[in-house]
């Protein structure tokens, strides 16, 4: 039995890759999430009753006796409670000691630093006169950019860029004790040394402490009112040796993390300076995994090779004497709408799916609802995928995409107001 915790976003897309090859697989909610565990159809489900410490030990007693393969988190809600539940079932897992930094952003700056890697400047804050605090202490220049954002949640939630003073009080004061993604009070957030360059992501499946590299990715975000917005990522199918030296990098934040079982999902950001982490998540990546798209570009998705690894290990370990590369250029981009209002309709798609390189969509938003906020990653304004062997052509595709949308011609808004959204500003990456 392989036990996947908190199977939601992208966590049903691995539950599939399993259920694929006839696995017995058993999908373990943790209470708060007794919507989502409604609402799944999958023939082996369990709800937990309890909250907190007594809930890992309930699931352990309801898993003493079972066949207990892994325990595998299936989100990033999932990343804390599979961690713990392996430790007590004494199942091969992530080093046990490090495994709220692997959650907690500051922590996992402290890790990082503890094994000798670079890393980006980061202090704790939780009012706004700690706020103060660290910026007499930082002693930046007016005007540099730095980074506020919560110390525990995920898809962009929350995470503002600031130039000012009076700019860092208003971050703070509009997410400071709100909840966030994850379901939870941000107490604390973190001012960070704001990174300069072009943001990757590189992820991978490990087995035993080494580590697979699956994709490389180069992403485009924009600054837009404050926010930093993720437009699209492009694959690299081949890395120039910067990029080489990117990857080397993550794999030492992996080990500096205890990454040792399953899949990361790793954001960094490459400057002047070199390498530095952004965040690691010890899960598939989000927050769409349809499976085509990637299976045209390289012959597998990151939830399939996790499938893999845990049902075919032997198979799954010859991959490492193969080389990284190859295949097709796949880009994702994060559909945008830049206005507030309902839905009308989706001018764009029929438009997108004449494009050269055009390969499927996923998630559009329902016509007749709200358009959800662009600042976010989660994928709720709809996921484009593009795959071809010429990269050249993706890239005017993209352009021609991304001006759709920063128009206002992709998504055709009822009740659209008059002013617009201010115009994204590209920052130091791939476009």
């Known amino acids: 039995m392989y036990v996947l915790v908190n199977p939601v976003s992208t966590g049903r897309e691995l539950a599939a890759a399993f259920r694929e090859e006839g696995a017995h697989v058993l999908h373990l909610y943790e209470a708060p999430l007794h919507a989502e565990h409604a609402l799944d159809t999958a023939p082996h489900t369990h709800l937990l009753a309890r909250t907190g410490p007594d809930a890992v030990q309930e699931a352990a007693q309801m898993l003493r006796h079972e066949p207990v393969t892994a325990v595998i988190a299936a989100s990033e809600r999932g990343v804390l409670f599979a961690d713990e539940l392996a430790h007590v079932l004494e199942l091969p897992h992530h080093k046990h000691r490090l495994a709220a930094a692997r959650r907690d952003k500051e922590l996992m700056v402290r890790a990082l630093e503890d ?25 930046t220049a007016p005007g540099t950019p730095l980074v506020i954002k919560p110390r525990d949640s995920a898809g962009s939630d929350g995470c503002t860029v600031v130039t000012s003073r009076a700019q860092a009080y208003a ?31 590189v992820n991978t499946v490990s087995m035993a402490g080494r580590h697979l590299v699956t994709e490389v990715y180069r992403e485009r975000i924009d600054t837009i ?27 030492r934040c992996l080990d500096a993390l205890g990454i040792k079982e399953g899949a990361a999902h790793t954001e960094v950001m490459l400057t002047a300076a070199g390498p530095r982490l952004v965040e690691v998540n010890s899960r598939v990546m989000g927050p769409s ?40 250029t796949l880009v994702k981009i994060f559909l945008r709408g830049f206005q507030d209002g309902v839905l009308a309709s989706v001018e764009g798609a029929r438009v997108l799916r004449r494009l050269p390189g055009f390969h499927s969509i996923d998630r559009l938003p329902a016509t007749g ?16 995928y593009l795959v071809h062997e010429d990269e050249d052509l993706l890239h005017s595709t993209l ?11 992709f998504y055709r808004m009822a009740d659209a107001p008059a002013h617009r959204r201010h115009a994204p500003e590209p920052e130091g990456a791939a476009a």
């Open 115 to 139: 094994a000798g890697v670079p890393a980006a400047g980061t202090r704790t804050i939780g009012s706004v006169a700690e706020l103060d605090e660290a910026l007499d202490a930082w002693g």
């Open 225 to 251: 009112d404050g926010a930093p917005v993720l437009r699209h990522i492009v694959s690299r199918p081949q890395l120039d040796e910067r990029e080489h030296d990117l990857v080397a990098y993550v794999l």
């Open 289 to 328: 995994l349809a499976p085509d798209p990637y299976h045209a570009a390289f012959g597998y998705s990151h939830q399939h090779l996790v499938a893999e690894r845990f049902l075919r290990p032997q198979e799954f370990a010859r991959r490492f004497d193969l080389p990284y590369g190859g295949g097709r």
């Open 369 to 384: 609802a709200p358009i959800p906020d662009p600042a976010l990653t989660t994928g709720a304004s709809g996921i484009a």
């Open 399 to 409: 352009e021609f995409v991304h001006h759709l949308e920063d128009d206002h011609a």
């Open 171 to 201: 971050a703070v004061e509009a997410t400071l004790t709100r909840p966030n993604l994850m379901g939870e009070t941000n107490t604390d957030l973190l001012l960070q040394e704001y990174l300069a360059g072009t943001q990757y992501i």
